[in-house]
Structure formats: structure tokens, C-alpha cells
């Protein structure tokens, strides 16, 4: 099984709270010991082949503006052949969420984040 994960964000603004989602991307691609490499086909920095648990990852931090994140997404998910909408997680802020809150949710809709949006729409 792969499953993609997303980390939305505005490449270029990567040390603010709108850009958390590359940061846990960094952050998890190191724990897990990969590197990421640029990929032009997907617009994004893309870190595959990466294992946890038994599962397959492939990692994602689109080079674009937070609104355009989706073009990334959505070329990773069918380059590396992922099967279900179900397979991908996207890592974003949330200004309606107190700093350093964290949820994580199944499904849903965007919620005004511009960077789901384009995810949910590509």
C-alpha cells in the first residue's frame, strides 16, 4: 500500500505558520531518512520509496503558492500511483485552531484554506 502525504504550504515564506505543512514534511522525511529531490512533472520537492510501519510513502512539498498546492498533489498522486483520495494526507495550518493545536480529520470539506482547496478541486 502508498499513501501520498502533502505538506501545503508557500514555498519561498518556509519559517511561518502558513508553511507548517513543508515543515512536518522536513521534518518526517528526515526521521525517516530520505532526501527530497526536485521533480519539474510535479512541481514539488518529492521524497520517494520512504517506509513506515509496513506502508510506503511518498512525501511532497509543492514549489508553488499555496493556492496553486493542488497542481503538485495531484501529479504526485498519479505518478506514483496512488489508488484511493483516501491514501492522501494534506499537512496544513489553521487559523482557526490556537497554536500549536493539531487535529486531524477524515474527509470534510476545504474550510476557506485556499492550499485544500486546489488540492480537493485537481
Given amino acids: 500500500m502508498r499513501k ?3 505538506g501545503l504550504g508557500n514555498h519561498g515564506m518556509l519559517n511561518t505558520r502558513h508553511s507548517v505543512g513543508m515543515q512536518v514534511a522536513n521534518a518526517l522525511v528526515k526521521r525517516l531518512g530520505g532526501e527530497f529531490k526536485y521533480d519539474k512533472a510535479c512541481s514539488g520537492y518529492i ?3 520512504l517506509s ?3 506502508t510506503e510513502l511518498v512525501i511532497a512539498k509543492p514549489k508553488l503558492l499555496m493556492n496553486l498546492n493542488g497542481r503538485c498533489a495531484s501529479a504526485a498522486y498519479r ?3 496512488i489508488r484511493d483520495p483516501s491514501d492522501v494526507l494534506l ?3 489553521d487559523l482557526d485552531r ?3 493545536k493539531l487535529s486531524i480529520k477524515h474527509g470534510g470539506s476545504a474550510s476557506g484554506h485556499n492550499g485544500v482547496k486546489s488540492s ?3
Fill in 47 to 49: 521524497a520517494a520509496n
Fill in 120 to 122: 480537493m478541486q485537481t
Fill in 52 to 54: 513506515y510501519n509496513g
Fill in 4 to 6: 501520498l502525504i502533502v
Fill in 79 to 81: 505518478k506514483y500511483g
Fill in 98 to 100: 490556537a497554536f500549536p
Fill in 91 to 93: 499537512i496544513h495550518d
